[in-house]
């Protein structure tokens, strides 16, 4: 390893102190926009650094890297998704990818949470209702959504922000179901009284909601497509604040649209700032701006875990949060 601090090339502006203490370390070009470099900067970012700290809304493609210098030698994401790299292709080329899992877990499940109550009891209707003077009284058949205490929950992908949100939905009363590529530890499973089903389609017509919290990989691309999808009953419920493309969106929106679902609690989106238009209409689908991680202690937290990986790459050790494409 060189004695030179390491050049790193950040892509999006950061937290304030995460840049500080990133730029006491190493040899920082920092960047000043708050949206998505063009390709053409981010070739000539990986052209010219030897640490790439990226993020969500970069596409670090085969092609790209194919066009990066022999001196890139990490990409440090500052985030738990890596469905922007093609790690296939960083793998073969040597280069190193690091992500920020875990630190965001439990604000993820928060706001997994607050939409698995917001939806079925009209959180945000009623907020608007209220806004726009449409209410005019308590009344005893306005505003009714459904109970969640006593509803079936079924987790797609029990992993670190899947298990947080479990417990969370244990303490408001729901029973906990989840699919997962791979059978948890019956430890965890014992203590969140988790039903296990190997069969997503198994799982389906059994859940009354359904929370997405699975990576995106090749395998998880329109998991829930039109045909698993309409194997939920009519008031089921789905809440995503994984990524968009593990649902076939536009089947989603129909079936919001024509009351064949009970509605959606959507963090993440296919194509992104895009948002679908049908969904955008629909009073039952609560939409956020891919806010799940946004708090500031996520944020920085992120940064650390960043840095760490970064700093132990320096100094010639294997980062804790290497991604190993054979693991996705
Ligand atoms: C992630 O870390 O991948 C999140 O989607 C950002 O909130």
């Given at each position: 390893?060189?004695?030179?601090?390491l050049k790193v090339i950040l892509?999006?502006?950061?937290?304030?102190?995460?840049?500080?203490?990133l730029s006491d370390l190493f040899d920082v070009m920092p960047y000043n926009d708050d949206s998505p470099m063009s390709q053409s900067a981010l070739l000539a970012a990986v052209q010219g650094c030897d640490v790439l700290a990226c993020t969500l809304g970069d596409r670090i493609d085969a092609q790209l890297l194919a066009q990066a210098g022999p001196q890139l030698k990490l990409i440090a994401n500052f985030g738990a998704g890596v469905d922007h790299i093609d790690v296939q292709a960083a793998a073969a080329q040597g280069i190193?990818?690091?992500n920020t899992p875990s630190v965001l877990a439990e604000d993820a499940a928060d706001m997994a949470m607050?939409?698995?109550?917001a939806v079925p009891r009209r959180l945000v209707e009623g907020v608007e209702a209220l806004r726009q003077g449409r209410f005019v009284?308590?009344?005893?058949?306005?505003?009714?959504?459904?109970?969640?205490?006593?509803?079936?929950?079924?987790?797609?992908?029990?992993?670190?922000?899947?298990?947080?949100?479990?417990?969370?939905?244990?303490?408001?009363?729901?029973?906990?179901?989840?699919?997962?590529?791979?059978?948890?530890?019956?430890?965890v499973e014992n203590e969140l009284e988790a039903t296990y089903w190997e069969s997503l389609d198994q799982m389906l017509p059994r859940v009354d909601i359904v929370c997405v919290n699975c990576p995106q990989t090749p395998a998880t691309?329109?998991?829930?497509?039109?045909?698993?999808?309409?194997?939920?009953h009519k008031d089921a419920y789905i809440v995503?604040?994984?990524?968009?493309?593990?649902?076939?969106?536009?089947?989603?929106?129909d079936m919001i649209v024509e009351k064949r679902l009970g509605g959606a609690g959507l963090d993440v989106f296919s194509r992104e700032p895009a948002v679908n238009e049908k969904l955008m209409a629909a009073p039952n689908a609560v939409l956020l701006p891919h806010m799940a991680s946004a708090t500031v202690e996520s944020r920085i937290d992120m940064g650390d875990r960043m840095l760490i990986n970064i700093k132990m790459f320096a100094d010639g050790h294997k980062p804790p949060d290497r991604i190993i494409p054979e693991m996705l």
């Open positions: 390893m060189t004695s030179q601090p892509t999006r502006k950061l937290p304030e102190e995460v840049e500080a203490r190193t990818v690091t607050a939409l698995i109550m009284g308590w009344s005893p058949t306005w505003m009714l959504g459904h109970r969640v205490r006593g509803k079936k929950l079924g987790i797609i992908g029990l992993g670190r922000v899947g298990q947080a949100v479990a417990r969370r939905a244990r303490a408001f009363g729901l029973s906990v179901h989840y699919h997962n590529r791979n059978r948890i530890n019956p430890h691309y329109h998991l829930l497509s039109r045909r698993r999808l309409e194997l939920l995503n604040v994984s990524r968009g493309n593990i649902i076939d969106e536009e089947a989603l929106a």
